[in-house]
């Protein structure tokens, strides 16, 4: 079992960065993936970003390729989710997720632990 705990979030201007991070209790976080999903007052939630247990493989949404980057640190048993120049589209509560896979997934359903959420809201 894992539990996880976002923090990070709150409201930046366009062109902004925030540095979201997700605590994970438990051993072994390293034999976990991770993901972080997000999603939108009406919308469902989405796919952002995904990374191995080991940390050295990762997978992006195309609409944030090369603004966000995943990463973790195992010793720490944390994740992060680095967020450069936010756009007003990015706005959405962040959630971190977790599940025992080999190889990173995409896929909310594909995740049993969640993490509550933090709010992200970007001004235009």
């Known amino acids: 079992q894992v539990q996880l705990v976002e923090s990070g979030g709150g409201l930046v201007q366009a062109g902004g960065s925030l540095r979201l991070s997700c605590a994970a209790s438990g051993r072994s976080f390293s034999h976990y993936i991770m993901g972080w999903f997000r999603q939108a007052p009406g919308k469902e939630r989405e796919f952002v970003a995904t990374i191995s247990g080991s940390g050295d493989s990762a997978f992006y949404a195309e609409s944030v390729k090369g603004r966000f980057t995943i990463s973790r640190d195992n010793a720490k048993n944390t994740g992060y989710l680095q967020m450069n120049s936010l756009k007003p589209a990015d706005t959405a509560v962040y959630y971190c997720?977790?599940?025992?896979?080999?190889?990173?997934?995409?896929?909310?359903?594909?995740?049993?632990?969640w993490g509550q959420g933090t709010q992200v809201t970007v001004s235009s």
């Open positions: 997720a977790a599940d025992q896979y080999i190889a990173p997934l995409t896929t909310a359903s594909g995740y049993d632990y």
